[in-house]
Every structure is written in structure tokens, then in C-alpha cells.
């Protein structure tokens, strides 16, 4: 079992730039494809990005391609989220997870492992 903790949210204006960082404590980090999922107020929890177990394959929601970057550090066991452009919709908890998997899954069944989650506001 991997533990994580989401560090980097805040309040931000729209337009502007947040980078989210997600701290994994155990020796399997690496071994794990990774994602990042959000909940806004009264909404399902909804992928964003998830990352493979090397990071040398991503995949994005439709509704962040091209705004936010997912990223790793296996050495650092860290996970990352570049949110740029935000927007006013962008409001949510956001989580990290890892997978059971190695590679990229999209299925939020297919994460094992949760973070608490940390705020992000988006005024316009």
C-alpha cells in the first residue's frame, strides 16, 4: 500500500497557474501508473490526468488537454500537476491515487491508493 499527501492548492485567480504536488511514502511509488482526479461541490469524482509507472506515457481529460501537465519523480517519489490557464470550472478537490496497474488506466476502480485531497478555488 502506497500513502499520499496533496500539497499546493489555493486560491487563484482565473487565468493564473497552480502546481500540485503529491508525496508517496513507501518503497513501490515507482512500480505504479499514477492519476490525478478532482471533486467539485454536489459532482462525481472525475479523472484528470494519469501518468505510467516510467512517465513516459500520459493521458489527459478532454476538459484540461493542453492546460495541465502531469509529471514524476520516481526518485523523489513525488507526483506533480502543472495547472495553467485555470479556470473558474477547474474548482475542486483534487486527488492524487495510485493504481494497481503500471500502466495508464482511466477507471477510477482501478486506483487503490488515495491521497486526502487539497482545495483548489478559481475566481473569475
Known amino acids: 500500500q502506497v500513502q499520499l499527501v496533496e500539497s499546493g492548492g489555493g486560491w487563484v485567480q482565473a487565468g493564473g497557474s497552480l502546481r500540485l504536488s503529491c508525496a508517496a511514502s513507501?518503497?513501490?511509488?515507482?512500480?505504479?501508473?499514477m492519476g490525478w482526479f478532482r471533486q467539485a461541490p454536489g459532482k462525481e469524482r472525475e479523472f484528470v490526468a494519469a501518468?505510467?509507472?516510467?512517465?513516459?506515457?500520459?493521458y489527459y481529460a478532454d476538459s484540461v488537454l493542453g492546460r495541465f501537465t502531469i509529471s514524476r519523480d520516481n526518485a523523489k517519489n513525488t507526483l506533480y500537476l502543472q495547472m495553467n490557464s485555470l479556470k473558474p470550472e477547474d474548482t475542486a478537490v483534487y486527488y492524487c491515487?495510485?493504481?494497481?496497474?503500471?500502466?495508464?488506466?482511466?477507471?477510477?476502480?482501478?486506483?487503490?491508493?488515495w491521497g486526502q485531497g487539497t482545495q483548489v478555488t478559481v475566481s473569475s
Open positions: 491515487a495510485a493504481s494497481w496497474s503500471s500502466e495508464i488506466v482511466v477507471d477510477i476502480t482501478s486506483y487503490s491508493s
Open positions: 501518468i505510467s509507472w516510467i512517465g513516459d506515457s500520459t
Open positions: 513507501g518503497r513501490t511509488f515507482s512500480s505504479h501508473a
